[in-house]
């Protein structure tokens, strides 16, 4: 037993004999919020994490990879080529911090953020596949230890369930659960950390506080002061970062990491905003003012990191006007590469419910096939949309 | 006025919360937002923050909060953004909405109505496309409700508002704004449980629900079969008699259901029509169902709902023995 478990064994009422009534309050309690590099761009350089020069301008790439993506997918949804779309506008600096720390043996399951799976080898056409609904790309993302979960908080438990089995593996392992501020109101999220405190499992929980669940502001969401603050009742570890800032983020889900793999859960909550709409479906203008958009805009998390690069030299190294046109014409290939995509076959919708398919979804099969045969003007009525 | 069926759902609301100000709704993006698809728009206007409100993104605590608040003499309507997202409180309904009045032998009661848009069709995501109508029908003390036409959308759910047990009022999504009627003025109350006989016909009855009836309408007119097309309109408690006799009187019968085909609504109405009009029957009854798959996603979900055509087969295929 672990000292941390047998600490918590110890009897707990076991009064202090002050016969005072000590009422605890989250206002009693300093939540810092780690930053390193400031809104004005400065920073103290001491506090820096240490990561080479080739991985600081990486992180400035992998950034503006996740906005211009964020970007086209937007565009072309707009000209029906996609289903509904989440941009992470705004949310590069959390997103691209957190997941610069994992490793390919780590679970990364996410509920908004697209750039992690490029980062561990997924293909952008894979990622427009899934968005268009074709069931390929979230094959394609299991393959490298990835998931996007679009049920809120559903995939927590998963993550609890993961790390747990990287516990029993004695794996060199973490398990992430991405997740948003909405999130943690859910019952399954309730669970999910509470389980990983209770067995001290590797399981990372990085929340990203983009400010709104659709429509509700996260001060509406909980009463809680803070979401990191919410851990605590979990009996884990919780860090708060700025997250416009890749790399106090990057500095606070490493040393968050580093626990986790010692047996300590950790919740951070990164503090961001998602500057476009919850999903392409959603009308922000409803329910939040321009003003403080625009603030927020002001914010960008790219313009920081750019002010740092330079103060370090290291803007020289880099040809934003390139970067941007290497994704465009990724992009644009993972396009057409995700346009080519063959006809598929009914059979596709009975093949993966069961290993083996059962004697009754064989005969449905078989039914509904020889009907199509039957019936061509069924197709009068199905369009396959292949592009969304 | 002619209003879609999502427009009569609102209308529906704000005649109940207008009539009863104990009547509270409450969900997901319901307040500022006036719901995802505009179902609860201008409520928060008409009727202030302490009746409209935005909750947090738990539908446990929506549902659960929902039997509490109806437990204690209010009458929640409940929104659950997608039906996807219902399964984490199906605990909830189970184990307390419906059982409330059971196990206090009526002292204490749940009437509460949880809206919830259903179904596929709408290009939606993983989780937004569900049609379990059928697992909620097997909840004891549980009503279960699905509307196909704006009238009748408007009057189901003010009869739900009104009904002294739990509703689960499932509304059909995908024709949400492509039906469109007029509906009455002011006051309206469609009794639940009762079926509705929208096309009269003497050689094959077709049972349909919610977004299954425009195709299934589609289907029937636009065959010579002289076919009787009823709407079930309440699935639970269902309107076994209105459909026995209709049975009784044309021998056939083909149930339309966009659920999985496997312990479907339609597999319990086989089954009650076997008990009421065995007799009668000239040819077994067909069922035209979804698949006992999940919901494909957007790309190639046209394959796993019933169109015309499949529905026509169905009727063909009752016809043929």
């Known amino acids: 037993m672990s000292d941390r478990a047998s600490d918590r064994r110890v009897p707990s009422a076991v009064g202090n004999g002050d016969g005072e009534v000590a009422v605890l309050s989250q206002a009693d309690l300093a939540v810092p919020t780690h930053q390193i590099v400031e809104p004005d761009g400065s920073y103290d350089p001491e506090v820096v994490p240490d990561l080479s020069e080739e991985e600081l301008c990486d992180l400035y790439r992998w950034m503006v990879t996740d906005r211009v993506f964020s970007r086209r997918m937007v565009n072309i949804q707009r000209r029906g080529e996609l289903g509904t779309f989440g941009s992470t506008r705004g949310q590069e600096a959390s997103i691209i911090g957190s997941a610069f720390t994992l490793e390919p043996q780590d679970w990364l399951y996410v509920g908004r953020a697209w750039t992690p799976m490029f980062m561990r080898g997924a293909s952008m056409d894979d990622m427009i596949r899934f968005w268009r609904g074709i069931e390929e790309g979230q094959q394609a993302f299991a393959k490298q230890n990835s998931q996007i979960a679009i049920s809120i908080g559903s995939h927590v438990p998963l993550v609890a369930g993961l790390a747990w089995g990287m516990q029993l593996d004695d794996a060199d392992a973490v398990a992430t659960a991405y997740i948003g501020d909405g999130a943690t109101s859910t019952g399954a999220a309730h669970e999910g950390i509470n389980l990983a405190g209770a067995l001290s499992l590797p399981a990372l929980f990085f929340c990203q506080n983009n400010q709104y669940a659709i429509s509700m502001p996260v001060d509406e969401q909980t009463g809680a002061k803070t979401l990191a603050q919410k851990a605590l009742a979990y009996g884990i570890d919780a860090i708060r970062v700025d997250g416009q800032d890749v790399l106090a983020v990057y500095d606070a889900v490493q040393t968050a990491r580093e626990r986790v793999k010692n047996g300590t859960p950790v919740f951070v909550e990164s503090v961001t905003y998602r500057l476009d709409a919850h999903t392409t479906s959603d009308d922000p203008t409803r329910y939040r003012e321009d003003e403080e958009v625009r603030a927020w805009e002001e914010n960008d998390p790219i313009e920081r990191y750019r002010s740092f690069l330079k103060s370090e030299g290291l803007w020289s190294q880099i040809d934003h006007d390139a970067i941007v046109e290497d994704i465009e014409a990724e992009f644009d290939a993972a396009l057409a590469a995700a346009n080519e995509m063959a006809e598929r076959q009914v059979a596709e919708i009975f093949a993966h419910v069961y290993e083996e398919l059962p004697p009754e979804l064989s005969r449905q099969q078989e039914a509904f096939e020889a009907l199509l045969e039957k019936r061509p003007e069924m197709y009068d009525h199905i369009e396959q949309r292949p592009k969304g | ?321």
Not at chain 2, 130 to 159: C, F
Not at chain 2, 262 to 289: C, F, H, K, Q, W
């Open chain 2, 1 to 321: 006025m002619q209003a879609t069926i999502v427009q009569a759902v609102n209308d529906a609301l704000h005649g109940e919360m207008e009539r009863d100000d104990r009547v509270v709704v409450f969900g997901e993006d319901v307040a500022e937002s006036g719901g995802v698809f505009r179902a609860t728009d201008d409520l928060l206007e008409e009727f202030g923050s302490d009746r409209v409100v935005d909750t947090p993104l738990s539908e446990i605590a929506i549902v659960g909060g929902a039997t509490g608040m109806a437990m204690y003499g209010y009458r929640p309507v409940a929104e659950i953004q997608f039906s996807g997202f219902l399964p984490p409180a199906f605990d909830q309904l189970v184990t307390n909405a419906s059982r409330i009045r059971w196990r206090t032998r009526g002292e204490l009661t749940a009437p509460m109505v949880v809206r919830t848009p259903y179904g596929a069709g709408v290009r939606a995501l993983e989780h937004h496309s569900e049609s379990l109508e059928g697992a909620y029908a097997h909840i004891p003390g549980l009503k279960v409700v699905v509307p196909s036409t704006p009238a009748d959308t408007k009057g189901l759910l003010t009869a739900s508002i009104r009904d002294p047990d739990p509703v689960l009022f499932m509304e059909p999504k995908r024709i949400y704004r492509s039906v469109r009627e007029e509906i009455p003025e002011g006051d309206h109350e469609v009794p639940l449980g009762e079926a509705a006989v929208r096309r009269e016909g003497a050689d094959v009855t077709v049972v349909g629900w919610g977004a299954m009836m425009p195709p299934t309408l589609e289907a029937v007119d636009d065959s010579d079969v002289d076919a009787e097309v009823i709407d079930l309109r309440t699935i639970s408690p269902m309107d076994t008699e209105t459909v026995a006799e209709s049975v009784k009187k044309t021998g056939r019968c083909v149930v339309v259901h966009e659920g999985p085909r496997t312990l479907g609504v339609g597999s319990e109405l086989v089954a009650r029509i076997n008990d009421e009009a065995l007799m009668y029957l000239e040819a077994p009854i067909e069922r035209v169902a979804g698949f006992d798959t999940q919901v494909p996603l957007l790309s190639m979900e046209d394959f796993y709902l019933p169109h015309p055509p499949r529905i026509r087969d169905g009727i063909e295929r009752a016809l043929s023995d």
